[in-house]
């Protein structure tokens, strides 16, 4: 009888074995994927029992809690509305989170280690907890400038400082407003979610981080740059400037828009192609210079990589071993040439800062619950896009854009202002789709404090007759006015 008293009891401790390893497994090992389960209603209840932290733009709630009477003790708000929905995305209980909502999670919903002292003192004392607020470095005029500009098209505005990375506006046209999916309705927000997805424009995309355009003429600053890195040329260098231009190894003959001619139809400077925007010259130059040199250029630019501010962005391309004829294309900013918006404002603002990139940055301080400042943001060089003598030739350049080129548009009484308008074909020629229109600038030209690129989808209101100094550039200068109080 003791043989299977033993064998039974033996049989009993496995078990008991197994559901102490079983529990731990779960309680410890799985901790992670039940807490992110959304069917785990405790985590549910737990998240929204305290106080989600802020996220703050010029001492004002862009997103915020608020106390309720139900289950769910605050719902998160969006005073910042849908001029601010790219940057402060959602928070939902049904679809996740998006934007700063997302990367800076930790510290707006508490969990952030740094705020362990400060749940450690709620425990003690009772207090309710609640999270830590985001500080943004947005400028609110230039952000609302941004937003209205856009109004009625489909595109996007980047706006920096070009001396430390700072982004000062950050918009995308159409957008939406994130409290339809922050609400406490399971039922309505996946009918407001489902809407946003089929409604035109796409307005849940952030097209100023994530989608890539073809730059167009804008890629004329990375052309202009690399040659005169070369130190074989200068603004003052004269080129050929055809009325045509065929295409290496092909058939196919290169114009320049709307069939103009650049100088006197044979030759001209870089400077005054680059004023007029003559196409055929700046293809010249590229098969000039060569695809390596083009490719080495767009790379110090940061063309091909990524950057995190702490919203992720696109990587923006540039083909490095395109043929001849294609090269002639590359350096117009066509062929397979594509820049996000943030891209194109890293650029502009690289020559505005003497050839130096900094780190574009969306956060400027994280502060715990009692408004203490547990982490600033500081100005990060992130490359030498080129020299600064090469900056300034660019530099002098994009001024005489401005002053009697293709972007008069963007002329500020009494401020010197340098840019580059861009107008970029995309789609199949089959399609006879509209351009894209752009815009880059920046101001004072001699001491800037702000760098701006502006991207209308499909030249906007005026469709196949848009050009970037016409559609682009007036928006531009509405941001760089709204930042110097013009």
């Known amino acids: 009888m003791t043989r299977p008293i033993r064998h039974i009891a033996a049989a009993a401790l496995l078990m008991f074995a197994a559901l102490l390893i079983n ?3 779960v309680q410890v090992g799985d901790a992670s994927s039940l807490r992110a389960n959304p069917h785990n209603v405790r985590v549910l209840y737990s998240e929204y029992s305290h106080e989600r932290g802020p996220i703050v733009v010029g001492g004002i709630d862009i997103a915020r809690s608020v106390k309720t009477h139900d289950a769910l003790k605050y719902l998160r ?3 910042g509305g849908p001029a601010y929905a790219p940057v402060t995305g959602y928070y939902s209980l049904v679809v996740g989170a998006s934007g700063i909502e997302q990367a800076e ?4 919903s508490g969990s952030d280690d740094r705020l362990f002292f400060h749940r450690l003192s709620d425990e003690i004392t009772g207090r309710t907890p609640q999270g830590g607020s985001v500080v943004l470095t947005l400028n609110p005029k230039a952000q609302q400038a941004a937003y209205q500009g856009l109004k009625g098209v489909k595109g996007a505005v980047v706006a920096m400082d070009p001396s430390t990375g700072a982004i000062l506006a950050l918009a995308t046209s159409p957008s939406y407003d994130p ?3 922050s609400l406490h309705n399971s039922r309505a927000i996946n009918r407001n979610y489902q809407q946003l997805l089929k409604a035109p424009g796409n307005p849940l995309i952030d097209r100023a981080l994530t989608e890539t355009y073809p730059p167009g003429s804008l890629f004329k600053i990375v052309t202009s740059s690399a040659a005169f890195g070369t130190g074989r040329f200068s603004p003052s260098s004269t080129i050929p400037t055809p009325t045509q231009l065929r295409l290496p190894q092909t058939n196919v003959f290169l114009h320049n828009f709307g069939g103009e001619r650049c100088g006197n139809g044979s030759t001209d400077t870089i400077a005054d192609a680059f004023r007029i925007s003559c196409n055929t010259a700046f293809a010249g130059l590229g098969l000039k210079i060569g695809i390596h040199t083009l490719a080495a250029q767009a790379k110090a630019f940061g063309i091909g990589s990524s950057v995190a501010i702490p919203l992720h962005a696109a990587s923006s391309q540039f083909e490095a071993h395109a043929n001849r004829p294609n090269t002639a294309l590359s350096a117009i900013g066509q062929y397979d040439d594509a820049l996000t918006p943030l891209q194109a404002a890293q650029i502009g603002a ?7 990139e900094m780190k574009p940055y969306l956060v400027a301080q994280v502060r715990s619950t009692n408004a203490s400042v547990l ?5 990060q060089q992130l490359r030498r896009a080129v020299t600064a003598s090469v900056a300034d030739q660019v530099k002098s350049m994009m001024e005489l854009v401005v002053r009697a080129g293709t972007g008069t548009a963007a002329q500020i009484p009494g401020i010197t202002v340098a840019g580059k308008t861009g107008t970029a074909q995309h789609g199949l020629s089959s399609q006879h789709l ?7 600038s920046f101001a004072p030209a001699d001491n800037p404090k702000v760098a701006v690129a502006v991207l209308v989808e499909d030249g906007g209101s005026l469709g196949s007759d848009a050009t970037g100094g016409a559609v682009a550039a007036p928006i531009a200068k509405s941001v760089m006015c709204a930042v110097l109080g013009c």
């Open 77 to 79: 708000t969006y005073p």
């Open 434 to 440: 509209a351009p894209d229109a752009w815009f880059v």
């Open 23 to 25: 529990a731990n497994i």
């Open 350 to 356: 690289a020559i505005a800062n003497h050839g130096v």
């Open 179 to 181: 409290s339809v999916l």
């Open 105 to 108: 999670d930790p510290i707006l």
């Open 375 to 379: 982490s600033t943001t500081h100005p």
